[in-house]
Protein backbone atom coordinates (compact mmCIF):
# COMPACT_ATOMS: atom_id res chain seq x y z
CA UNK A 1 0.00 0.00 0.00
CA UNK A 2 1.41 3.50 -1.02
CA UNK A 3 1.71 6.17 0.96
CA UNK A 4 -1.61 7.91 0.04
CA UNK A 5 -3.51 4.56 0.70
CA UNK A 6 -2.02 4.19 4.15
CA UNK A 7 -2.75 8.21 4.79
CA UNK A 8 -6.78 7.67 3.73
CA UNK A 9 -7.01 4.35 5.82
CA UNK A 10 -5.85 5.92 8.91
CA UNK A 11 -8.39 8.96 8.51
CA UNK A 12 -10.69 6.19 7.96
CA UNK A 13 -9.83 4.86 11.62
CA UNK A 14 -9.49 8.09 13.26
CA UNK A 15 -12.83 9.04 11.74
CA UNK A 16 -14.61 5.81 12.98
CA UNK A 17 -12.72 6.31 16.45
CA UNK A 18 -14.15 9.30 17.22
CA UNK A 19 -17.46 8.45 15.86
CA UNK A 20 -17.70 5.97 18.37
CA UNK A 21 -16.15 7.89 21.09
CA UNK A 22 -18.92 10.34 20.57
CA UNK A 23 -21.41 7.81 20.92
CA UNK A 24 -20.38 6.37 23.78
CA UNK A 25 -20.00 9.62 25.56
CA UNK A 26 -23.56 10.91 23.93
CA UNK A 27 -25.16 7.26 25.77
CA UNK A 28 -23.00 8.29 28.95
CA UNK A 29 -24.47 11.78 29.21
CA UNK A 30 -28.07 10.23 29.38
CA UNK A 31 -27.30 9.05 32.87
CA UNK A 32 -27.56 11.37 35.53
CA UNK A 33 -26.73 11.31 38.84
CA UNK A 34 -29.28 13.51 40.97
CA UNK A 35 -26.52 14.07 43.34
CA UNK A 36 -24.71 16.44 40.88
CA UNK A 37 -27.75 17.68 39.42
CA UNK A 38 -29.18 21.72 40.35
CA UNK A 39 -32.43 22.36 39.88
CA UNK A 40 -32.61 23.33 36.67
CA UNK A 41 -31.03 20.21 35.25
CA UNK A 42 -33.43 18.38 36.81
CA UNK A 43 -36.40 20.38 35.27
CA UNK A 44 -35.32 19.97 31.72
CA UNK A 45 -35.78 16.48 31.99
CA UNK A 46 -38.46 14.65 30.35
CA UNK A 47 -40.94 13.17 32.76
CA UNK A 48 -42.25 10.55 30.29
CA UNK A 49 -38.73 9.27 28.94
CA UNK A 50 -36.79 9.42 32.21
CA UNK A 51 -36.43 6.31 34.65
CA UNK A 52 -35.44 7.06 38.13
CA UNK A 53 -33.61 4.59 39.71
CA UNK A 54 -33.85 4.17 43.27
CA UNK A 55 -30.28 1.24 44.53
CA UNK A 56 -30.71 0.05 47.63
CA UNK A 57 -28.28 -1.71 50.19
CA UNK A 58 -28.82 -3.76 53.26
CA UNK A 59 -26.16 -3.87 55.75
CA UNK A 60 -26.41 -7.42 56.72
CA UNK A 61 -24.11 -9.81 58.06
CA UNK A 62 -22.54 -12.21 55.35
CA UNK A 63 -20.68 -14.35 58.08
CA UNK A 64 -16.54 -14.63 57.92
CA UNK A 65 -15.69 -14.22 54.28
CA UNK A 66 -18.05 -11.11 52.88
CA UNK A 67 -18.69 -7.70 53.77
CA UNK A 68 -22.17 -6.17 54.81
CA UNK A 69 -22.33 -4.52 52.32
CA UNK A 70 -22.21 -7.61 49.86
CA UNK A 71 -25.97 -6.60 48.72
CA UNK A 72 -25.30 -3.53 48.02
CA UNK A 73 -22.28 -3.92 45.88
CA UNK A 74 -24.61 -5.92 43.60
CA UNK A 75 -27.02 -3.27 43.30
CA UNK A 76 -24.30 -0.72 42.17
CA UNK A 77 -23.53 -3.02 39.20
CA UNK A 78 -26.76 -3.76 38.78
CA UNK A 79 -27.76 -0.13 39.12
CA UNK A 80 -24.63 0.63 35.95
CA UNK A 81 -25.85 -2.16 33.51
CA UNK A 82 -29.38 -1.15 33.75
CA UNK A 83 -28.93 2.17 33.16
CA UNK A 84 -26.97 1.50 29.92
CA UNK A 85 -28.77 -0.76 28.62
CA UNK A 86 -32.25 1.85 29.37
CA UNK A 87 -30.25 4.84 27.67
CA UNK A 88 -29.58 2.82 24.56
CA UNK A 89 -33.04 3.25 23.76
CA UNK A 90 -33.30 6.51 21.43
CA UNK A 91 -34.43 9.89 23.80
CA UNK A 92 -34.42 7.83 26.93
CA UNK A 93 -32.57 8.70 30.16
CA UNK A 94 -31.99 7.68 33.23
CA UNK A 95 -31.79 9.68 36.44
CA UNK A 96 -29.89 7.47 39.13
CA UNK A 97 -30.37 7.99 43.42
CA UNK A 98 -27.63 7.74 45.73
CA UNK A 99 -27.05 4.30 47.42
CA UNK A 100 -29.75 4.06 49.92
CA UNK A 101 -28.17 1.47 52.35
CA UNK A 102 -31.33 0.77 54.37
CA UNK A 103 -33.35 -2.80 54.49
CA UNK A 104 -34.85 -5.12 56.90
CA UNK A 105 -34.86 -8.55 57.74
CA UNK A 106 -31.40 -9.96 58.05
CA UNK A 107 -30.58 -13.36 57.70
CA UNK A 108 -29.55 -13.52 61.03
CA UNK A 109 -33.37 -13.11 62.12
CA UNK A 110 -34.00 -16.38 60.96
CA UNK A 111 -32.84 -18.06 64.50
CA UNK A 112 -34.32 -15.24 66.32
CA UNK A 113 -31.04 -13.35 66.72
CA UNK A 114 -31.43 -9.50 66.82
CA UNK A 115 -28.16 -8.17 67.23
CA UNK A 116 -25.38 -9.64 65.41
CA UNK A 117 -22.02 -7.99 63.63
CA UNK A 118 -22.40 -6.63 60.67
CA UNK A 119 -26.75 -6.03 60.29
CA UNK A 120 -28.05 -2.72 60.86
CA UNK A 121 -31.37 -2.17 59.82
CA UNK A 122 -34.72 -0.79 59.97
CA UNK A 123 -37.97 -2.07 60.99
CA UNK A 124 -40.55 -3.11 57.72
CA UNK A 125 -42.56 0.06 58.45
CA UNK A 126 -39.67 2.49 58.01
CA UNK A 127 -38.25 0.60 55.02
CA UNK A 128 -41.64 1.18 53.42
CA UNK A 129 -42.44 4.66 55.00
CA UNK A 130 -38.71 6.03 53.14
CA UNK A 131 -39.66 4.88 49.92
CA UNK A 132 -43.17 6.03 50.14
CA UNK A 133 -41.48 9.08 51.00
CA UNK A 134 -39.59 9.34 48.11
CA UNK A 135 -42.18 7.95 45.85
CA UNK A 136 -44.08 11.24 46.93
CA UNK A 137 -41.55 14.01 45.58
CA UNK A 138 -40.49 11.84 42.40
CA UNK A 139 -44.56 11.53 42.01
CA UNK A 140 -45.23 15.06 42.56
CA UNK A 141 -42.22 16.16 40.41
CA UNK A 142 -44.14 14.48 37.64
CA UNK A 143 -41.76 11.71 36.90
CA UNK A 144 -43.45 8.24 35.59
CA UNK A 145 -40.81 5.41 35.97
CA UNK A 146 -39.09 4.33 38.82
CA UNK A 147 -37.05 0.87 39.46
CA UNK A 148 -36.20 0.15 42.39
CA UNK A 149 -32.90 -2.18 42.69
CA UNK A 150 -32.52 -3.88 46.24
CA UNK A 151 -31.06 -6.78 46.30
CA UNK A 152 -32.07 -8.61 49.64
CA UNK A 153 -34.37 -11.49 49.65
CA UNK A 154 -35.86 -11.14 53.22
CA UNK A 155 -39.80 -11.13 52.71
CA UNK A 156 -40.88 -8.30 54.46
CA UNK A 157 -38.44 -6.25 53.41
CA UNK A 158 -39.52 -7.24 49.69
CA UNK A 159 -43.50 -6.49 50.71
CA UNK A 160 -42.44 -3.29 51.81
CA UNK A 161 -40.97 -2.35 48.44
CA UNK A 162 -43.87 -3.92 46.94
CA UNK A 163 -46.34 -2.02 48.59
CA UNK A 164 -44.20 1.47 48.24
CA UNK A 165 -44.96 1.05 44.71
CA UNK A 166 -47.79 -0.02 44.94
CA UNK A 167 -48.71 3.18 46.81
CA UNK A 168 -46.98 5.23 43.67
CA UNK A 169 -49.17 3.61 40.94
CA UNK A 170 -52.22 4.93 42.46
CA UNK A 171 -51.59 8.29 43.75
CA UNK A 172 -49.19 8.88 40.69
CA UNK A 173 -50.66 6.64 37.93
CA UNK A 174 -46.86 5.89 37.83
CA UNK A 175 -44.87 2.77 37.54
CA UNK A 176 -42.50 2.26 40.28
CA UNK A 177 -41.44 -1.50 40.34
CA UNK A 178 -39.09 -3.40 42.72
CA UNK A 179 -37.69 -5.64 40.22
CA UNK A 180 -36.13 -7.95 42.77
CA UNK A 181 -39.36 -8.77 43.81
CA UNK A 182 -40.33 -10.22 40.44
CA UNK A 183 -37.43 -11.49 39.24
CA UNK A 184 -36.38 -13.31 42.40
CA UNK A 185 -37.73 -16.90 42.12
CA UNK A 186 -36.10 -17.28 38.78
CA UNK A 187 -32.95 -15.84 39.60
CA UNK A 188 -32.54 -18.75 41.91
CA UNK A 189 -33.29 -21.33 40.00
CA UNK A 190 -31.24 -19.67 37.25
CA UNK A 191 -28.24 -20.11 39.95
CA UNK A 192 -28.90 -23.32 40.74
CA UNK A 193 -28.97 -24.82 37.19
CA UNK A 194 -25.65 -23.25 36.95
CA UNK A 195 -24.25 -25.61 39.28
CA UNK A 196 -23.10 -29.06 39.28
CA UNK A 197 -24.32 -32.07 41.29
CA UNK A 198 -21.71 -31.80 43.98
CA UNK A 199 -22.38 -28.23 44.24
CA UNK A 200 -26.37 -28.55 44.75
CA UNK A 201 -25.50 -31.04 47.42
CA UNK A 202 -22.88 -29.02 49.55
CA UNK A 203 -24.36 -26.21 48.95
CA UNK A 204 -28.33 -26.89 49.77
CA UNK A 205 -29.02 -23.88 47.12
CA UNK A 206 -28.37 -21.47 50.32
CA UNK A 207 -29.18 -18.11 49.79
CA UNK A 208 -27.39 -16.49 52.32
CA UNK A 209 -23.30 -15.81 52.46
CA UNK A 210 -23.15 -19.68 50.37
CA UNK A 211 -21.70 -20.69 47.34
CA UNK A 212 -23.82 -17.99 44.98
CA UNK A 213 -23.11 -15.13 47.06
CA UNK A 214 -19.65 -15.68 47.37
CA UNK A 215 -19.25 -16.45 43.67
CA UNK A 216 -20.59 -13.02 42.94
CA UNK A 217 -18.82 -10.70 45.36
CA UNK A 218 -15.13 -12.99 44.05
CA UNK A 219 -16.32 -11.53 40.89
CA UNK A 220 -18.03 -7.98 41.87
CA UNK A 221 -15.45 -7.27 44.78
CA UNK A 222 -13.05 -9.68 45.37
CA UNK A 223 -10.56 -7.26 47.31
CA UNK A 224 -13.38 -7.55 50.28
CA UNK A 225 -13.31 -11.75 50.16
CA UNK A 226 -11.69 -12.63 53.19
CA UNK A 227 -9.23 -16.17 51.59
CA UNK A 228 -10.28 -18.16 54.02
CA UNK A 229 -13.37 -18.87 52.37
CA UNK A 230 -11.22 -21.46 50.74
CA UNK A 231 -11.38 -23.01 53.77
CA UNK A 232 -14.98 -22.81 54.62
CA UNK A 233 -16.36 -25.48 56.14
CA UNK A 234 -19.66 -26.05 54.69
CA UNK A 235 -23.06 -26.04 56.44
CA UNK A 236 -25.73 -27.74 54.93
CA UNK A 237 -29.50 -27.30 56.27
CA UNK A 238 -31.45 -30.70 55.41
CA UNK A 239 -34.67 -28.72 55.23
CA UNK A 240 -36.35 -25.37 56.52
CA UNK A 241 -36.41 -26.51 60.05
CA UNK A 242 -32.87 -27.37 60.41
CA UNK A 243 -32.15 -24.15 58.79
CA UNK A 244 -33.56 -22.53 62.24
CA UNK A 245 -31.31 -24.87 64.10
CA UNK A 246 -28.77 -24.23 62.52
CA UNK A 247 -29.33 -20.29 62.61
CA UNK A 248 -30.02 -20.53 66.24
CA UNK A 249 -26.69 -22.71 67.34
CA UNK A 250 -24.79 -20.31 69.61
CA UNK A 251 -21.80 -20.56 67.29
CA UNK A 252 -23.51 -20.10 64.05
CA UNK A 253 -20.96 -18.10 61.73
CA UNK A 254 -23.64 -16.13 59.09
CA UNK A 255 -23.80 -18.32 56.73
CA UNK A 256 -25.69 -21.32 55.02
CA UNK A 257 -24.16 -23.67 52.41
CA UNK A 258 -20.44 -23.75 51.42
CA UNK A 259 -18.53 -20.66 50.18
CA UNK A 260 -15.62 -23.20 49.68
CA UNK A 261 -16.71 -24.10 46.37
CA UNK A 262 -17.12 -20.49 45.30
CA UNK A 263 -14.42 -19.10 41.82
CA UNK A 264 -14.60 -15.54 40.59
CA UNK A 265 -15.23 -17.18 37.47
CA UNK A 266 -18.22 -18.64 38.40
CA UNK A 267 -19.81 -15.48 39.70
CA UNK A 268 -18.95 -14.42 36.20
CA UNK A 269 -21.37 -16.33 34.43
CA UNK A 270 -23.83 -16.16 36.80
CA UNK A 271 -23.75 -12.42 36.37
CA UNK A 272 -23.85 -12.59 33.12
CA UNK A 273 -27.66 -14.41 33.59
CA UNK A 274 -29.13 -12.72 36.27
CA UNK A 275 -28.29 -8.54 35.03
CA UNK A 276 -29.73 -10.18 31.57
CA UNK A 277 -33.01 -10.88 33.05
CA UNK A 278 -33.25 -8.32 35.21
CA UNK A 279 -32.76 -5.52 32.39
CA UNK A 280 -34.44 -7.58 30.36
CA UNK A 281 -37.75 -7.52 32.34
CA UNK A 282 -37.10 -3.55 33.00
CA UNK A 283 -36.80 -2.98 29.03
CA UNK A 284 -40.35 -5.27 28.71
CA UNK A 285 -41.80 -2.71 31.48
CA UNK A 286 -40.94 0.02 29.33
CA UNK A 287 -42.67 -1.34 26.29
CA UNK A 288 -45.99 -1.86 28.14
CA UNK A 289 -45.60 -5.23 29.40
CA UNK A 290 -48.22 -5.63 32.10
CA UNK A 291 -45.96 -7.11 35.03
CA UNK A 292 -48.62 -7.10 37.39
CA UNK A 293 -49.06 -11.02 35.72
CA UNK A 294 -46.13 -11.82 37.96
CA UNK A 295 -45.90 -13.26 41.34
CA UNK A 296 -44.26 -10.98 43.42
CA UNK A 297 -41.96 -11.94 46.01
CA UNK A 298 -43.21 -10.78 49.27
CA UNK A 299 -46.64 -11.15 48.24
CA UNK A 300 -46.86 -14.97 48.12
CA UNK A 301 -45.78 -15.41 51.92
CA UNK A 302 -48.37 -12.79 53.63
CA UNK A 303 -47.39 -12.19 57.46
CA UNK A 304 -49.07 -15.15 59.62
CA UNK A 305 -51.91 -14.71 61.36
CA UNK A 306 -50.39 -17.07 64.13
CA UNK A 307 -46.53 -17.01 65.55
CA UNK A 308 -44.30 -18.90 63.73
CA UNK A 309 -40.80 -19.00 64.32
CA UNK A 310 -38.63 -16.48 63.14
CA UNK A 311 -41.34 -14.63 61.40
CA UNK A 312 -44.22 -13.48 63.97
CA UNK A 313 -41.12 -13.03 66.76
CA UNK A 314 -39.45 -10.67 64.49
CA UNK A 315 -42.61 -8.87 63.95
CA UNK A 316 -43.14 -8.65 67.95
CA UNK A 317 -39.54 -7.57 67.94
CA UNK A 318 -40.44 -4.56 65.87
CA UNK A 319 -43.36 -3.53 68.05
CA UNK A 320 -40.80 -3.73 71.28
CA UNK A 321 -38.26 -1.30 68.95
CA UNK A 322 -40.66 0.96 68.30
CA UNK A 323 -43.06 1.22 71.89
CA UNK A 324 -39.07 2.32 73.31
CA UNK A 325 -38.75 4.90 70.72
CA UNK A 326 -42.17 6.52 71.41
CA UNK A 327 -42.01 6.34 75.17
CA UNK A 328 -38.61 8.39 74.79
CA UNK A 329 -40.54 10.65 72.70
CA UNK A 330 -43.36 11.20 74.88
CA UNK A 331 -41.10 11.83 77.68
CA UNK A 332 -38.97 14.10 76.00
CA UNK A 333 -42.34 15.88 75.03
CA UNK A 334 -41.34 15.57 70.75
CA UNK A 335 -44.35 13.23 69.91
Known amino acids: MNSNGRGIMFRL ?4 VVFLASFATQAFAQVYHVKEMNTEQIKALDREKTVVILPGG ?3 QHG ?13 RLTQDLASAIVERPGWKVL ?19 VFPGSYTVRPSTLRAVFMDLATDIGEQGFRWIFVVHQHGGTPHSRALNQAGDYFHDIYGGHMVNLVG ?8 DSDELRSEEERREDASSTHAGLSETNRILFLRPDLVSPAYKNAPPITPRDGKHRVEIAKAEN ?7 PRLATAAAGAKEWKVSSSRYIDLALKILDGFSYSQIKRHGDDIPPPAAPVAGVRTFREHNQ ?4 KQQEWLKKKGLE
Open 252 to 258: WPGYWGS
Open 320 to 323: TIEK
Open 58 to 60: ILE
Open 13 to 16: IYLA
Open 64 to 76: PYLPSFSDGYTNE
Open 182 to 189: LVRPQALK
Open 96 to 114: VFPIIPLGTAPANIVGQTY
